[in-house]
């Protein structure tokens, strides 16, 4: 045996990339060629099958989870035709827990690595490699020559510092620009029933001084985001806040965004000091919220401190340097369409850059398996394993809600029209957004515009049009001036909907004298004209028949567009 290992990825998106082959990659090197393979779901079967037959394997270990396994169950049987004589590995959250099925059902499959894999992994790659007779009595399941199989449990590593960096040096520079993953502990100091880290007792932490120099190391290859995927980052102050220091202190030509789970309600004056301090940027936070319904919440046993989480989050965007991303699960216990309405509204009012709304997930392994029962929950019996209905939503809500979830994720989510958004919010639903977008959700539907793909302009328009018919009391030169305002503060208007009133033309000849007279230096600093290439290129001005600043206010105002600032920087002008 030439002792060839493969260890593949089968990622969610071309972006990401795969942190466990990473840690099996450099377990292994001790004990043959090791090299991983990443491919991604979108990837067509056949397209699979010969890129990973092309590597010719001695060893494949394939890394299950959930995004991928449905592809990994289809590729199995064609692998064990095209590479009869390799030796099948999986690992993965997928596997480590139904095991004996998985291996029932996939008799391609030799061996299965359940839960933390880094250490038990050795104990199969003696054996397979330099022939032990004795594989480890825990973490590894295996079929022998007879077809037996033999069905052991997952397992942790006890000491997280035994895992090797997983990143190499040469392979930095054509991975910089993906998301890269990193954690510096295991395991959750919460027990929430939706989530795997239940299976798991107490967190163990990396030393400071090591994960300091992974974090220099992913700073000097000039890394675009790192994502850490510790459960709850802020577990331990004293692990987490020389961290916080160190990557604060980082270099100001550093260009990496860290990206970190934290239960902000845990934050103290001292953490909210320090983030407070970070470059805009190089840092965003993810807050899982989950539900603000005390029932649901003592259901899934999740304690939220609401009144801190509240404060905190409002203090940090406030800062204006940290961008914050939170979280809902749709479908938990207890939480009906009536109280979702009141957790969306009440996480939605904390202003975070984006709200993901997610739902519930049936995790083979999580505490949540045992509520199936008592919730009369019924859900996907294949990845992802996603909620269809229970005692207090029926599957009808749960489908009006992927649907409500998809047209938020369009607009609020994406950035777009946001200013038009808040404005009928607050004006036209006295500040209920779930109301807003119920509605917007309803009159998308019916005009099944769910059936079909959208383009940015077309987005654009299917507001405008939804905003006039559902609020008569609107005068379409609100909308028209709100909307022409979320363009012009993304970007050059170049390309954008004709459907609104654009100023260019009626308003040419006057503008052009403002640039050609030079009045503009009124405005910008050290302004000259050079050519009208320049001049599109980095400025705009619109006339509004009304402020969009203040649409109540009945009177005119022309505002200047300057794109050559970051962030744009508008001034309002007199033609």
Known sequence: MSNKIVWLAINAQYVHTSLSVRYLREV??????????????????????????????????????????????????LLEKVLPGTVIICGG?????????????????????????????QGVLEHIINHKEALPEKGVSWRSADGELHISCAVDVPDVNEIPFPYREEEMEEIKDKILYYETSRGCP?????????????????????????????????????????RTFNANKKHFLPILRFIKDLPETCRTNFHFEVASDYFDEETLEILSEFPKGRVQLEVGIQSTNEQTLKAVARTNHWDKITQNIHRIIEGKNIHVHTDLIIGLPY???????????????????????????????????????????????????????NKWMTYGEIHWLHIFEDVFEMYHNAGRAGRTIDYLVETMEAGDGFKF?????????????????HSDVHLYEALYMFALEEYKELSPETVDGLLRLDLLEQGSSHS??????????????????????????????????????????????EYFDKDPFNPKDKAGVCILFDYSKNPIEWHEIKL
């Open 190 to 230: 919460f027990s929430c029933a939706y989530c795997l880290s239940c299976a798991t007792v107490g967190v163990r932490f990396l030393p400071i001084e090591r994960v300091l120099r992974e974090i220099d190391f992913f700073a000097r290859h000039n890394v675009k985001q790192i994502k850490f995927v510790d």
């Open 437 to 453: 977008y119920q509605k917007f959700t309803d009159w998308w539907k019916k005009k099944e515009y769910h059936h079909r793909p």
């Open 93 to 121: 959250p997928e596997v480590s827990y139904n095991t004996e099925a998985f291996m029932r059902e996939y008799p391609a499959v030799d061996y299965v690595i359940q839960g933390e894999g880094e250490i038990s992994l």
């Open 335 to 389: 939480e009906t369409m009536e109280s979702f309405h009141q957790s969306f509204n009440e996480v939605y009012k904390l202003h975070s850059h984006q709200l993901q709304l997610g739902f519930l997930k049936f995790l083979s392994g999580a505490y949540m398996m045992r509520l199936v029962d008592d919730g009369e929950y019924l859900y996907q019996n294949q990845a992802p394993y996603e909620v269809l209905s």
């Open 496 to 541: 954008w909907p004709s459907f609104l009133k654009w100023s260019q033309e009626s308003m040419k000849n006057r503008i052009a004298e403002f640039w050609r007279t030079g009045r503009a230096a009124e405005y910008i600093a050290d302004y000259r004209f050079t050519n009208w290439h320049d001049i599109r290129h980095k400025y705009h001005v």
């Open 28 to 77: 292994s090197r001790k004990y043959a060629e090791t090299e991983t393979l990443e491919l991604t779901i979108n990837n067509h079967l056949p397209e699979m099958l010969g890129r990973i037959y092309e590597t010719q394997p001695d060893v494949l270990g394939i890394s299950c989870y959930i995004w991928n396994v449905e592809q990994i169950k289809k590729l199995l049987p």
